[in-house]
């Protein structure tokens, strides 16, 4: 039996009294922006950091999904050893903050790897053929999206997992049945079912990437948080500062959350019709 008002619905005639009270403080907020001139020196030195913010989260949420598939690919593998390289994987990156990876990625990460390049590059280095690498340049930025990709990418493998399990095994078998290929049943009849049940809490890790983003301000990266912290620490106005701040990132999260609600309502309807 199902509930009579499914969960992450809107119960029939509780108005969201809440979105108008957001978009209300959003209005306000637009307007003291507007007719302030110190709030309206703060936005536009914060909002600077809007692209750096947007660039990190798309290129990092990217990458994070393509592994975190094939993370779950391995964990869903008929090798032993690659479920367990998979599990391993996920227990341990899931266990690290974001924070703290973020610190070791930047710090002690991008060193080494920079080590084992030259270390590989020995012969054309010494031949003067090529200049040895350097650990700046490797930038902060690219530093902290290969930080948030690994971060992300643990969580992520566990939503493809459990989508892909979600399908029925008997239409599995009547694909092997029909002579598809592993690659053409995960394509053709796995992953169309599996993907309303991913997407979702998919979108759930995309929002809070935009706001774990705010991470990589601590390597300097230049983004809405770092700006915002740049101008606080130079005209000492804290409180309007990070007022914007805060008030950008809801923009952003609030926005995303409320087209990912619609989506997941489009796709709930879609899958009650079928």
């Known amino acids: 039996m199902t509930p009579a008002h499914p969960q992450n619905s809107t119960p029939k005639g509780d108005y969201p009294w809440w979105l108008v009270a957001l978009v209300v403080i959003a209005v306000v907020l637009a307007a003291v922006i507007i007719a302030n001139d110190v709030y309206s020196q703060v936005f536009a030195v914060v909002s600077a950091g809007i692209g750096i913010t947007v660039f990190v989260t798309l290129v990092g949420f990217l990458l994070a999904t393509a592994l975190g598939l094939g993370i779950a690919l391995m964990a869903l ?33 991008a ?3 920079v080590t084992v390049i030259n270390f590989l590059l020995t012969p054309l280095i010494d031949s003067g053929y090529i200049e040895p690498m350097l650990v700046r340049d490797v930038s902060l ?5 290969i930080a948030l990709t690994i971060g992300y990418s643990a969580f992520i493998a566990e939503v493809f997992r459990a ?30 079912q599996a993907v309303r049940v991913i997407l979702p809490p998919l979108g759930n890790d995309f929002v809070a990437m935009v706001k774990d983003s705010s991470l990589v301000s601590v390597l300097g ?24 701040v805060a008030y950008v990132y809801l923009l952003l999260t609030i926005g ?16 009650g019709h079928t």
Request: no cysteine; aromatic share 14%.
């Open 77 to 109: 593998s008929d090798s032993a050893f690659l479920r367990q390289t998979a599990r391993f994987y996920t227990e341990v990156i899931r266990g690290i903050p974001v924070l703290v990876l973020l610190f070791y990625i930047a710090f002690v990460g």
């Open 221 to 244: 990266v230049a983004d809405i948080t770092q700006m915002g912290k740049v101008y606080a620490s130079g005209s000492f106005r804290f409180f309007e500062t990070y007022s914007i």
């Open 163 to 192: 989508g892909i399990l979600s399908v029925d095994k008997g239409q599995v078998e009547a694909a092997k049945a029909l002579g598809l290929s592993r690659y053409q049943r995960f394509r053709l009849v796995v992953f169309p």
């Open 141 to 145: 930025m690219w530093r902290a999206i």
């Open 111 to 113: 060193p080494a790897v």
């Open 256 to 271: 995303l959350s409320l087209g990912l609600r619609r989506l997941e309502q489009r796709l709930r309807k879609g899958r």
